[in-house]
C-alpha cells in the first residue's frame, strides 16, 4: 500500500538525478560492455518477472477461438465487468475529489493544523485494504457489496491522488498564479486556466493508479462479498482447476490492469515535464476559509475516523471483547499468534531478500551500463507493479505443477512470487542507492588497487547499504502482510498474520482475528514510519 | 617512481576515433601536463593509461613492462596508477583519514601515524584526520585526493583537470600544493587539462594533444616561443600573425625586418609574433613602426592596445602594462623584441580588409597576463 507513495517519490529522485550526470560519462558508459555474469543475473531476474505474464497468455491462447467466445460471452463475465468497471469509475471519482480536496485545503488555505493533517492523510496507505475490510464487515452487516467495497477502496486509495497532487500543488510556482492575475485574470479564472492544467497530469496520474490498485485488490473485496475479477479467479481456482479458463478470465484482467499502468506511466512523464525548475521559490499564499473552516474541519475529523479510526478501533474493540460476542465464538490464541508472527516474519525477511537480490544485478546494470537494452530490462520489471498477485500466483501454480512439481506448495515458490511480485519496489530502491554513488568512486577504487569484490564490499556495499536496508525493510513488511499470493502458493499448513485473519474473519471469528489485525496494523505502521523517516521528511518539511 | 612510454596508442568510440596514434615518453619522476581543448581526447589518454577502457592499438610500458598492447590488457587494479579525478571523487562514507589509507593493504591502514604524515604531504593539517569529505572546500578535497592516490605509491599518477573545478583563487593556491606533493614524493605524473597556463606553468614539459595526436611535445618555453605552427601559436596563447618574407634568418612584415627564431625560412610566411614580444614606446627607435591606437581593452595588471600601423592598413594587437595603457587616438612606435617565428605560407593568411579587424585572433585563455615567460 504504501509502497505506492514511496515508488512515486523515490522514482522521481531516481529521474532527476540522471540528467545532471555529465553527457560524456553516458556516452562512455555505453561503450564498455557489461560484465556477462551481471547481464545473466538481470535477464534472469527480468525472465522470472516475465514468465507468469507470459505464461497465463500463452495459456490462454490454448483456449479455441470458439470457446474463447463462448466462456467470455457469459453472463458471469460481463457481472464481473460491470462490477469492476462500475467499481474503478466510481473509486476514481470518489478518491480524486476527496484527494484533490484534501490536497488543496492542506497546501493552500489556513486550514488549522495542516501539518497533522497533512500526515493523516497518508496515514490510510499503512492498513492493508482488507484490513480495514474486516474493520467494516465487523462493524456491519450493511456494508457489503458495492457501497461497501466503494467505501473501503476510497478510504484506502484516495492518498494516491492526495500525494501526487499535494506534491504537484507545493511544485506550483506562485509566480505564474500572479502572472495570470496581472493579466486580469479573477482568482477562479486563475484558478481554472493555470492552476487545475497543471494540476491534472497528477491528478490523472493518482487515479490510474486507484484504478489499478481496485483491480488487484482480492481480500477486501472477498470479505465483502463482492465479485470482481480477483475474487471470480480465486473462487475458481478453488471450485475447480481449469488451466486455460482461469487464464483467459487473468488475461482479461491482465489487460484492464496494463492498460491502467501504461496510462499511468504516460500521465506521469508528462506531469514530470510540466514541472518547471526547482529552484527557491516563494511560498503560495494560504487562501483564508474564514468561517468554513468549522465544516472543513469536521469533514476532516470525519474522514480521518472512517479511514484510520475505524479499522484502529474495531481492532481494539475486538482485542477487548469476549470471544462470544462475535458472530463465531472462536477464541485469540497466544500461540497460534506467535506461530504466525514468527512465520510472518520469517517470509518477510526471506521476501526482501529475495526481491533485493534479484534487483541489485539489474539496477546496477541500468545504472552503469544505460542502454536500449537495459532500459528494457527494466521496464520489464517495473511490469510486474501491474501484475495483479493472484495472476502471478495462479501462473506459478500452473508452471510448477507442469514443469517443476518439486517446487508446488514450497516454501521456496512462494519467496520467488514475493520476489517478483515487490521487484518493482526494490528496484527503485536500488536506483535511487544508486545514484548516490558516482561511476568515478569505483574507478578510484580500482585505480588504488581493489578488485572487484573488496570494491563491492568496501564502496558500494557501505553507499548503498542503508538505501536498500530501506529498500528491504518496505519489502519485508509487504511481504509480511501479503495475503493474496501466501493464501494460493504457501505450503498446506502455513498460516501467517495475513491468512489467520482472512480465515477467521471468514468465518466471523472477529475476536480471534483481533490480535493477529494488532500485530500487522504495528508492522505497517512501522513502515508507514519508516517511509516518512527516509523520503517523507524532505517532503513534509518542505511544506511549512 | 617509473617511467612511461607510449607508442601509437589508438582508441575508436562507435565509430568516432578519439585518439590517432599517441607517442609520449614521460621520464621517471616528472611531471608532464597535457593540454587540450575538450574534445581532443584527453580524458580517454587517462582512462587507456589507467586501464578502464581498452586501447584499440598501440601500446603503453610503465616502467619497461607492456600493460596495454596487443594481447595485454593489465587490469586497473594491478597497474599501480593512481587516478585524481576531476571532482575528487572522495568517499562519501569516509572520513579524511579513512579516505587517504583506503588503497593501503589493512594493516597499514590502521597505522594512524602513516595517514598523518599522508594528509601532511599536501599541505593539511593532521587535524583534518577525522573529518568528513563533505566538511573541506573543493580544493582541500582534491589535495586528500591526490593524498589518497598516492597513498599506495604508484608508479604513476594521472590527474584529470584537477583544478577546473576550483574557483580562480583557491586554483592557484592547490595548484602549488599538488605540484609541491608530487615533486616532494618525487612521483612520474601526467596531468590533463584545457587551461594553457595551468599547463606551461605545472609541467616540465607540455604535450599538446589535438586532433587525437600530440601536436607538439616540447618544455613550457619552447611551446610558447617556437610552437609548430600557426594555429597551435593561437592555441597556446595570444598570437600575431602576419604575412612576411622570410630570407637569411630574417623576415620582412609590417613590423619591421624581425630576427627569425630557427633560421632556414625562406619566401613568402606567416610571421607569428607574441603581444608581449610588441614594444610601445613614444619615440622613434631604430627599425621602430608607426601605429595609432585604435581601441583598449583594459584588464588591470595590463591593457590589450588594438593598433592600426601606418601606411599599412594592417593591425595588430599589444600588451601594455596596466599603468601605462594608452588612450584611443595615441600615436606610438611599435618595436620587436626578441626572436620570432615564420611558418611555411602555404596556407598563408591572406590580409583582411581594415573594417573586419584584425589579423590575430584571441587566444583562448581568459587570463591573459598569468601567461608569464
Known amino acids: ?544 | 617512481m617509473a617511467d612511461l612510454r607510449i607508442t601509437a596508442l589508438t582508441k575508436t568510440f562507435g565509430g568516432t576515433t578519439i585518439l590517432r596514434g599517441v607517442d609520449l615518453f614521460v621520464p621517471s619522476g616528472s611531471l608532464v601536463t597535457i593540454l587540450g581543448v575538450s574534445g581532443s581526447g584527453k580524458t580517454t589518454l587517462l582512462r587507456l593509461l589507467s586501464g578502464f577502457e581498452r586501447a584499440d592499438s598501440g601500446s603503453i610500458e610503465i616502467e619497461g613492462r607492456e600493460v596495454s598492447g596487443k594481447s595485454v590488457h593489465v587490469r586497473p587494479e594491478r597497474r599501480r596508477v593512481g587516478y585524481v579525478a576531476q571532482e575528487g571523487l572522495l568517499f562519501p562514507h569516509l572520513t579524511v583519514g579513512e579516505n587517504v589509507v583506503f588503497g593501503l593493504p589493512s594493516r597499514d591502514r590502521r597505522d594512524r601515524a602513516r595517514a598523518e604524515a599522508l594528509i601532511e604531504s599536501v599541505g593539511l593539517p593532521a587535524s583534518y584526520m577525522t573529518r568528513a569529505p563533505q566538511e573541506l572546500s573543493g580544493g582541500e578535497q582534491q589535495r586528500v585526493a591526490l593524498a589518497r592516490a598516492l597513498a599506495p605509491a604508484p608508479k604513476l599518477v594521472l590527474l584529470d583537470e584537477p583544478f577546473s573545478a576550483l574557483d580562480a583563487a583557491l586554483r592557484l593556491e592547490t595548484r602549488q600544493a599538488v605540484a609541491a606533493a608530487l615533486a616532494a614524493a618525487g612521483a612520474t605524473a601526467l596531468l590533463v587539462t584545457h587551461d594553457q597556463s595551468e599547463a606551461l606553468s605545472m609541467g616540465i614539459e607540455v604535450a599538446v594533444l589535438r586532433d587525437g595526436v600530440l601536436a607538439q611535445v616540447a618544455p613550457p618555453e619552447e611551446l610558447y616561443r617556437r610552437p609548430v605552427d600557426a594555429p597551435l601559436a593561437q592555441f597556446v596563447g595570444e598570437a600575431v600573425l602576419l604575412p612576411g618574407t622570410a630570407s637569411g634568418g630574417f623576415v620582412a612584415c609590417a613590423l619591421g625586418r624581425l630576427p627569425l627564431a630557427r633560421a632556414g625560412a625562406a619566401g613568402p610566411v606567416e610571421v607569428m609574433v607574441r603581444p608581449e614580444q610588441i614594444r610601445f614606446g613614444p619615440s622613434d627607435r631604430i627599425g621602430a613602426v608607426k601605429a595609432k591606437v585604435r581601441e583598449i581593452t583594459y584588464f588591470g595588471h595590463d591593457a590589450s592596445a588594438q593598433m592600426s600601423l601606418e601606411g599599412d592598413e594592417m593591425q595588430v594587437r599589444v600588451r601594455v602594462a596596466g599603468h601605462m595603457a594608452p588612450k584611443p587616438g595615441t600615436v606610438a612606435w611599435l618595436s620587436v623584441e626578441d626572436v620570432v617565428m615564420a611558418y611555411p605560407s602555404h596556407n598563408a593568411l591572406v590580409p583582411l580588409p581594415p573594417e573586419s579587424g584584425t589579423l590575430m585572433q584571441r587566444s583562448i585563455s581568459p587570463q591573459p597576463s598569468e601567461r608569464v615567460l
Open chain 1, 1 to 544: 500500500m504504501l509502497c505506492e507513495a514511496g515508488l512515486m517519490t523515490q522514482a522521481a529522485d531516481a529521474i532527476e538525478i540522471n540528467p545532471a550526470r555529465p553527457r560524456t560519462r553516458a556516452r562512455r558508459a555505453q561503450v564498455t560492455s557489461p560484465p556477462l555474469p551481471l547481464v545473466a543475473a538481470a535477464l534472469f531476474a527480468a525472465a522470472l518477472v516475465l514468465s507468469p505474464i507470459l505464461f497465463t497468455v500463452i495459456q490462454a491462447t490454448g483456449v479455441s477461438a470458439q470457446d474463447a467466445v463462448e466462456l467470455l460471452f457469459r453472463s458471469i463475465v460481463g457481472r464481473l465487468l460491470v462490477n469492476t468497471i462500475t467499481l474503478i469509475v466510481a473509486a476514481s471519482v470518489t478518491t480524486a475529489i476527496i484527494g484533490a480536496a484534501t490536497a488543496w485545503l492542506v497546501e493552500r488555505t489556513d486550514l488549522p493544523g495542516r501539518k497533522v493533517w497533512a500526515v493523516l492523510a497518508v496515514a490510510p496507505l499503512a492498513i492493508p485494504p482488507f484490513v480495514s475490510s474486516f474493520a467494516w464487515v465487523s462493524l456491519s452487516d450493511a456494508l457489503q457489496d458495492f457501497a461497501g467495497a466503494l467505501l473501503v477502496v476510497t478510504c484506502a486509495y484516495y492518498p494516491l491522488v492526495y500525494l501526487p497532487v499535494a506534491a504537484a500543488l507545493r511544485g506550483l510556482d506562485p509566480a505564474l498564479e500572479e502572472t495570470a492575475r496581472s493579466l486580469g485574470q479573477t482568482s477562479w479564472g486563475c484558478f481554472f486556466r493555470v492552476v487545475l492544467p497543471q494540476l491534472r497530469p497528477a491528478l490523472y496520474g493518482g487515479m490510474l493508479l486507484v484504478a489499478l490498485k481496485t483491480l488487484s485488490e482480492f481480500g477486501a473485496f472477498a470479505l465483502l462479498r463482492f465479485q470482481t475479477f480477483t475474487t471470480e479467479l480465486f473462487a475458481q481456482f478453488r471450485t475447480g482447476f481449469d488451466g486455460p479458463d482461469l487464464s483467459l478470465l487473468a488475461v482479461v484482467l491482465l489487460l484492464l490492469c496494463i492498460a491502467c499502468l501504461i496510462g499511468e506511466m504516460k500521465v506521469r512523464g508528462r506531469g514530470r515535464y510540466a514541472r518547471v525548475g526547482a529552484g527557491t521559490r516563494r511560498n503560495s499564499r494560504l487562501a483564508p476559509l474564514g468561517w468554513t473552516r468549522w465544516p472543513v474541519l469536521i469533514a476532516f475529523v470525519a474522514l480521518t475516523l472512517a479511514t484510520v479510526g475505524t479499522p484502529v478501533g474495531m481492532v481494539c474493540y475486538w482485542l477487548t471483547q469476549h470471544a462470544s460476542a462475535a458472530t463465531s465464538r472462536a477464541a485469540p490464541s497466544l500461540p497460534r499468534l506467535f506461530d504466525a508472527t514468527l512465520a510472518s516474519v520469517g517470509y518477510g525477511l526471506a521476501g526482501a531478500a529475495a526481491a533485493v537480490l534479484l534487483a541489485a544485478p539489474l539496477g546496477y546494470l541500468t545504472t552503469r551500463y544505460p542502454s536500449r537494452w537495459t532500459v528494457l530490462l527494466e521496464r520489464i520489471a517495473y511490469l510486474a507493479q501491474g501484475v495483479p498477485s493472484i495472476v502471478v500466483a495462479l501462473a506459478l501454480i500452473s508452471i510448477t505443477v507442469d514443469w517443476l512439481l518439486p517446487l508446488y506448495q514450497s516454501a521456496m515458490l512462494l519467496v520467488i512470487a514475493y520476489g517478483i511480485l515487490f521487484l518493482p519496489y526494490a528496484l527503485v530502491s536500488v536506483r535511487a542507492a544508486m545514484a548516490q554513488v558516482p561511476r568515478g568512486l569505483e574507478e578510484s577504487a580500482r585505480s588504488l588497487g581493489l578488485g572487484w569484490f573488496a570494491i563491492l564490499c568496501r564502496v558500494l556495499a557501505p553507499l548503498t547499504g542503508p538505501g536498500l536496508g530501506a529498500g528491504a525493510a518496505m519489502v519485508f513488511v509487504f511481504v509480511s502482510t501479503e495475503l493474496t499470493s501466501t493464501l494460493l502458493l504457501g505450503p498446506l499448513g502455513t498460516r501467517t498474520l495475513a491468512t489467520e485473519v482472512w480465515s477467521n474473519t471468514c468465518s466471523l471469528a472477529f475476536a480471534a482475528a483481533a490480535p493477529f489485525e494488532a500485530v500487522m496494523l504495528l508492522l505497517s505502521l512501522l513502515s508507514a514510519w519508516l517511509l516518512a523517516s527516509r523520503s517523507g521528511a524532505a517532503a513534509f518539511e518542505r511544506q511549512q
